[in-house]
């Protein structure tokens, strides 16, 4: 009987245990879940904002006139209409534009915050022009973020849902969405920030330089010089014409190009704009190498279409 009883005491005892240790897993789990809520809204948010910043270097990088340009922002007269999310067909160039992502203008399917706010855009002066002579190719960004005026080329801002004073009717061409609305602080204005207290500031901020975008240029560069279009231009063209790539020395705006190529691989303004900051050498009569900035792009001859 002794020896029952214990056995219900120790029974009883592993059964509390029990209960306190379930006790204490909920409460961890109540405690970590407003932390875990948070950060996978967070993740959402930024994989939205990842997601147009390098649609919006692509854009740039292989717009086939005009690449090192950024596009304008959303244009609010097509608001409710089939181009909604369609890009202003010019802005300014002399000061900052700030407005929606034109997320139809970069190919994407309107990506949107974690509280399913559309995301914002801000360009900087001096990417609706051909960079002046002596530039590296790309204008430099002229942003001020988060008091200091950096390289900053362009800002993607989530606003996240709305705080004490923001009012956000539904929008249309008539009644587009004013930034004090959604922006935070500094950013419904001009002085940018990417920070803030929690009581007057949500916004996520994320930021494309000028270095970023010359490095997505980079590869498309060295891919027109090499004949980006089969053996229509560049060197693929040479070797198609003569047998083999041109000797050290060859200056490569001798190449034949397209001639929406030449405009702006070779802009009237500014007529070695590219060509001076790539590097050619002759390997062998059959390869060659470009080098631009710290890509290097070995050249083999086009010899099956299309080109690989």
Same mark, same amino acid.
């Given at each position: 009987m002794a020896i029952a009883k214990r056995t219900q005491s120790g029974l009883a005892l592993l059964l509390i245990l029990l209960v306190i240790v379930g006790i204490g897993g909920t409460l961890l789990v109540t405690a970590a879940s407003p932390q875990q809520q948070k950060l996978v809204i967070d993740e959402k948010t930024q994989l939205a904002l990842r997601q147009a910043k390098e649609a919006l270097l692509a854009w740039s990088a292989t717009h086939r006139t005009t690449p090192g340009y950024l596009p304008c922002p959303e244009d609010t007269n097509l608001i409710g209409s089939a181009n909604e999310g369609n890009a202003q067909i010019s802005c300014t160039n002399s000061g900052f534009n700030k407005g929606r992502l034109p997320w139809r203008t970069l190919g994407l399917d309107n990506p949107k915050d974690s509280f399913g706010e559309p995301l914002w855009y801000v360009l900087s002066p001096g990417f609706r022009q051909t960079p002046v002579i002596g530039s590296v190719g790309v204008a430099t960004g002229q942003l001020q973020l988060d008091g200091t005026v950096s390289d900053t080329a362009a800002l993607i801002i989530a606003p996240g849902p709305a705080l004490s004073g923001q009012t956000r009717p539904p929008v249309s061409a008539a009644s587009p969405p004013l930034p004090g609305n959604y922006l935070d602080l500094g950013n419904a204005g001009g002085s940018f920030v990417s920070n803030g207290p929690a009581s007057t500031f949500n916004d996520r901020v994320i930021a494309i330089s000028s270095q970023e975008l010359y490095r997505a240029l980079t590869f498309r560069v060295l891919a027109e010089i @090499? %004949?980006?279009? %089969?053996?229509?231009? %560049?060197?693929? @063209?040479y070797f198609n014409d003569y047998g083999n790539f041109p000797p050290n020395g060859t200056a490569l705006s001798t190449l034949v190009f397209d001639g929406a190529t030449t405009a702006w691989l070779s802009p009237s303004s500014n007529p070695n704009l590219w060509f001076s900051q790539v590097a050619y050498s002759q390997l062998t009569p059959g390869s060659a190498r470009l080098v631009m900035g710290g890509t290097t792009l070995t050249v083999v001859p086009c010899l &099956? &279409? #299309?080109? #690989?």
């Open positions: @090499r %004949g980006a279009f %089969g053996v229509q231009n %560049g060197l693929w @063209r &099956t &279409t #299309p080109c #690989p």
